[in-house]
């Protein structure tokens, strides 16, 4: 069984758990979210695409509700030992499985959380979980109560993050090695990617973000490869990760004649990234880290040209998104705490010129301010 925690330490977080859901009046919480499954018990698919409900009660007792070809990923993956399936069929509602299940545990009448702000739960299975359990259960949104027990990292994750932030800086160089005048984009990814799973790595939440010239302005994966031209921009934002475990880079790389625009851009990013890290120490706020980063990319003229967030909580992560709770954006109110592990991104995406500049970075939160984990500097590339 690849149980990559303790199983002390899978236990000490279900108790944890448990002491907030305690805390917020709950008999039990219903789990939608496969990063709040792996987190609790280890376990690992993607197969939370369709239904499946992991169940942990107050009491301590949990079992997982899935579909027949997850039956043996569990049991390889988790520390799960009731496992029920529900049996796929035209018009079979697998919220009448759950409910009998439910029944089985004495929490029928309880006052349970349920983490409806999940990728694992439709909004037609969400309409058919609160139909179902009408007037059996008392359902509450508790999205973010594993959510916030996650975003402080044990020693044990930072282990891994700390590899996954070295598979990252290995995909930078295989990166620098190949990007060039002329080089398709198809190769650098394959380089990259092919970086991370010869360190041991694994596929990311989402894909590795790439474009050159107009795509260099894009943030976002789209499909369609470009050769790099003779004098270009290429964006690259990308992770290395290590058990689910994120840690992210991103960098625009010049290529050929370098534009005065860029070196401005690059300015720009790099005095943004280091009032940033100036700011994040335990007890600060996130809120108080993108106001950082707003006034000194405003001060320097380019407030139309910048994002409205600069960046994220990073950890075990799944499709569709590498991006965790919470997020740096104005005003978050969330105090920043030892371990957490967060991605800072200076962004600047100018369509008027089009010409855009970027560099991200993933960090640790430590006594005395932050940890960065990337080898990699932060200063203009040229290729």
Not at 26 to 43: A, H, R, V
Not at 152 to 160: C, F, L, P, R
Request: glycine share 10%.
């Amino acid at each position: 069984m690849p149980l990559h925690f303790s199983k002390a330490e899978l236990s000490q977080r279900r108790n944890a758990a448990i002491t907030k859901m305690q805390n917020a009046g709950l008999d039990g919480l219903l789990m939608f979210k496969q990063e709040s499954m792996y987190y609790l018990t280890g376990y690992d698919t993607f197969g939370f695409c369709f239904f499946q409900c992991l169940y942990l009660g107050a009491d301590g007792r949990y079992f997982l509700l899935t579909r027949s070809p997850d039956l043996r990923q569990a049991q390889h993956t988790s520390d799960i030992e009731d496992i029920r399936i529900w049996v796929d069929g035209e018009g079979v509602n697998p919220v009448d499985s759950l409910t009998e299940i439910l029944s089985q545990y004495g929490a029928i009448g309880a006052h349970l959380g349920c983490e409806y702000n999940a990728y694992g739960l439709s909004a037609a299975y969400g309409k058919l979980l609160d139909e179902g359990l009408m007037g059996r259960c008392h359902l509450v949104d508790a999205s973010t109560l594993v959510s916030e027990l996650r975003v402080v990292k044990s020693d044990a994750e930072v282990a891994y993050v700390t590899r996954a932030a070295e598979l990252a800086d290995d995909a930078m160089d295989a990166a620098m090695e190949t990007a060039g005048p002329g080089v398709f984009e198809g190769d650098i990814l394959a380089a990259m990617q092919g970086a991370v799973f010869r360190g041991g790595g694994d596929y990311p939440a989402n894909e590795f973000i790439i474009g050159s010239g107009a795509g260099a302005l894009l943030c976002r994966y789209f499909t369609g490869r470009e050769t790099i031209g003779l004098n270009d921009q290429l964006t690259l934002e990308y992770a290395g990760v290590y058990r689910r475990y994120h840690a992210a880079l991103m960098q625009t790389f010049l290529i050929g004649q370098v534009h005065p625009e860029h070196v401005a851009l690059h300015d720009a990013c790099s005095e943004a990234m280091s009032a940033c890290i100036e700011v994040i120490k335990p007890g600060n706020t996130m809120g108080g880290v993108f106001a950082a980063h707003a006034r000194t990319l405003d001060q320097h003229g380019y407030h139309s040209h910048r994002l409205n967030a600069c960046g994220y909580s990073l950890g075990a992560m799944y499709t569709p998104m590498w991006m965790d709770y919470p997020m740096f954006y104005e005003n978050n109110p969330y105090e920043m705490r030892v371990n957490n592990i967060f991605f800072l991104h200076m962004v600047l995406m100018n369509s008027e010129t089009n010409r855009s500049m970027t560099i991200g970075q993933t960090v640790r939160v430590v006594e005395n301010g932050v940890e960065c984990l990337s080898r990699q500097p932060m200063s203009l590339i040229q290729l």
